[in-house]
């Protein structure tokens, strides 16, 4: 057996381990801080009903285990919200490192005796009338809801929350190789190792990277006409993405994105190594 071989069948064997464990890892991290109700993955029609304005309610964090109060204020195509005090305003900000930002974060909404996926941005803008310390509003999104710019629904937020609901495995899993690059491009943006993790072929430090990266737009994706998107177990497919990167602002990348699968109907994974290779001219490359 050539080197190459051998180096073939360790990554499949390698795959294999992964897609497996993957279904046997608990998906929402919050757990560790004695999560054990149901979880709702409800549309946003229903929630509006649910959570009508001036209700009060508690955001869950599920990286941190955090949970802070707040209140409805506003909003009719997503909930618009206040911290209900300046403690909730504080420990909102501590979840964000101190610092706000637009940067999307998978949350549970308690409300009496339910639990519902959603996701949250930190960033205050806009009008705000409580005594909270906090200087305007901020958005909370559910299945279902959309910005003020578009009438789809945000893929950054539509992913956190399936990252609540424990259901972002089992989308990315069965997504098609487009959906795949986008959710990839986002995990980055986002800053979020699970998403980024997950489609990555290979193992990467996300420390190294994700300080860099301000803010990412991915503008084309090009897939061969040729490919029918079920016998394929190579792409390589051209892309344009908009990074704002730290001291360097807008940069333009022109080049590919590299998926590989292991089968036909296995999950699509993107070869980070060669993603940062191409881009080392934009970003450091990952430290191991």
Partial sequence: MNKNTTHKYTLMLTFIFLYFFSFNTIEVKASKHG???????????EVNKQLPKFSKFHVLDTESGRMFEVQRRAGSN?????????????????????????????????????????????????AGALPNNFPGHFCIHFYGSTTHRTNEMDLSHKL??????????????????????????????????????????????????FPEIENAKL???????ETTD????????????????????????????VLVRFSAAGPWKVDSLQFFEDHKQLLTEPKK
């Fill in 219 to 225: 503008s084309a994706v090009e897939l061969p006409e």
């Fill in 230 to 257: 079920l016998s394929d177990l190579v792409l390589e497919v051209p892309v344009k993405i908009e990074w704002y990167i730290k001291e360097h602002g807008k940069q333009i990348f022109n080049g590919k994105i």
């Fill in 35 to 45: 999560i054990g109700y149901h979880i709702e993955m409800l549309d946003w029609v």
């Fill in 160 to 209: 956190m929350i399936f990252k609540a609901s424990g259901r972002l495995y089992p989308y990315l899993t069965f997504a098609n190789a487009e959906e795949v690059i986008h959710s990839y491009i986002t995990g980055l943006k986002e800053h979020d190792e699970q998403i980024a993790e997950f489609i990555s072929l290979q193992t990467i430090n996300w420390n190294t990277v």
């Fill in 78 to 126: 997503h909930a618009d919200v206040q911290p209900l005090t300046a403690k909730d305003t504080k420990i909102m900000k501590e979840i964000y490192n101190g610092k706000w930002s637009w940067r999307r974060r998978s949350i549970i909404v308690i409300t009496k005796d339910r639990w519902i996926a959603a996701s949250m941005h930190g960033m205050p803008h806009g």
